[in-house]
């Protein structure tokens, strides 16, 4: 058995990059429904609150409605076209960061680090960063080529190792928005919705 690395392209088709990109393909207009149907995994209620800060946004307007079954569905359009999708921005003083934020912060922000130091500067009292996720994080963004090893690890002779040190590479700082871990295997950089480094796949050889 080898391991044989392939690139492949991969759609996340939820969340408010997926939502809009559906709006915009009905330039006739939309429902609620459609939008939730054409998503992998989203309640309705998702998508409603999304069209709802659309619609107090002035990114879409309601301009009918439609009968489905015994229900009436709004029929909404998109009024200002933008490439990228609305989002709510959050309040940078009362929003509080996820730990994965926390660090991705932290990582943009550090010249260089370890987990333990990583860990100790995404940390806050109200949210504590554990060194096992940190370590967790960093790990995959190696795998991804995010970041890079500026000391390895070494096992030492007695017990323990030294600490690795690491450094964000300059091309992959993207943008504020942290990675996401993928249960497929991958990094997702939501900033350029693309895939960070290699998704690797186990090929039998006959």
Not at 141 to 165: F, I, N, Q
Not at 173 to 191: E, H, M, Y
């Amino acid at each position: 058995m080898t391991r044989k690395p392939i690139h492949i392209e991969v759609a996340m088709p939820s969340g408010p990059d997926h939502y809009w990109r559906e709006m915009l393909a009905r330039p006739k207009g939309f429902t609620v429904t459609e939008i939730a149907l054409a998503s992998e995994g989203v309640a309705n209620t998702t998508v409603k609150r999304y069209v709802e800060f659309l619609k107090a946004e002035g990114f879409v307007v309601r301009i009918g409605q439609k009968r489905d079954g015994y229900a009436l569905r709004a029929i909404y359009a998109v009024a200002k076209r933008v490439t990228k999708a609305p989002v709510r921005r959050p309040d940078p003083l009362h929003a509080p960061f996820s730990a994965r934020e926390a660090m991705w912060n932290a990582i943009r922000a550090l010249d260089q680090f370890t987990v333990s130091e990583l860990a100790v500067s995404a940390s806050t009292e109200e949210r504590p960063v554990a060194q096992r996720t940190a370590d967790h994080y960093v790990r995959a963004l190696l795998r991804a080529g995010v970041l890079r090893a500026v000391a390895e690890p070494e096992r030492l002779k007695g017990h323990g190792s030294t600490r690795g040190v690491y450094r964000l590479v300059k091309s992959a700082n993207t943008g504020p928005r942290a990675p996401k871990l993928c249960n497929a295997g991958f990094v997702f950089d939501p900033n350029k919705n693309r895939v960070l480094g290699e998704a690797v796949v186990t090929e039998a050889r006959s």
